[in-house]
């Protein structure tokens, strides 16, 4: 009988502050310890590889040039999508588990006023 002995294997790496601070979240937010907080990480870190195609990176670009963060927009946009899909649920006109076709984003004037709702001319009769 062959017994295999697993080796203990201990990384130490100094964290930014930002790391740091990013690690007590993930902790914060549930993770049993550090590594699991990292190897929740690095599989957030794959997900998101499968999102960066070129389209992504000029919408990215667009979203940012407000002086923004990647971070603080995908933040906000995940919110948004998030709070519209909540209210479909809630009003009942989306099963809830069932997906949500998000149409339209209303955005708001630089004085923070809503923007117009667009006209949509009439549906046109035919004979």
Do not use: F
């Not at 203990?8 to 549930?30: F, K, N, P, S």
């Not at 870190?45 to 992504?56: H, K, N, V, Y």
């Not at 963060?69 to 909540?86: Q, T």
């Amino acid at each position: 009988m062959t017994t295999e002995t697993k080796r203990d294997r201990r990384i130490t790496v100094r964290l930014t502050a930002d790391a740091e601070a990013a690690l007590g979240t993930l902790l914060a937010d549930g993770a049993a310890d550090a590594a699991d907080a990292v190897r929740g990480a690095l599989r957030l870190a794959a997900d998101m590889r499968q999102l960066a195609t070129a389209d992504a990176a000029d919408d990215l670009a667009v979203l940012t040039s407000c002086g923004a963060s990647a971070a603080d927009v995908v933040r906000r946009a995940v919110a948004l999508a998030a709070d519209a899909v909540r209210t479909a649920y809630d009003y009942g006109d989306v099963p809830e588990g069932q997906p949500v076709t998000l149409l339209s984003a209303r955005y708001a004037l630089a004085d923070g006023t809503p923007a117009p709702l667009p006209v949509v001319p009439p549906a046109r009769q035919t004979a």
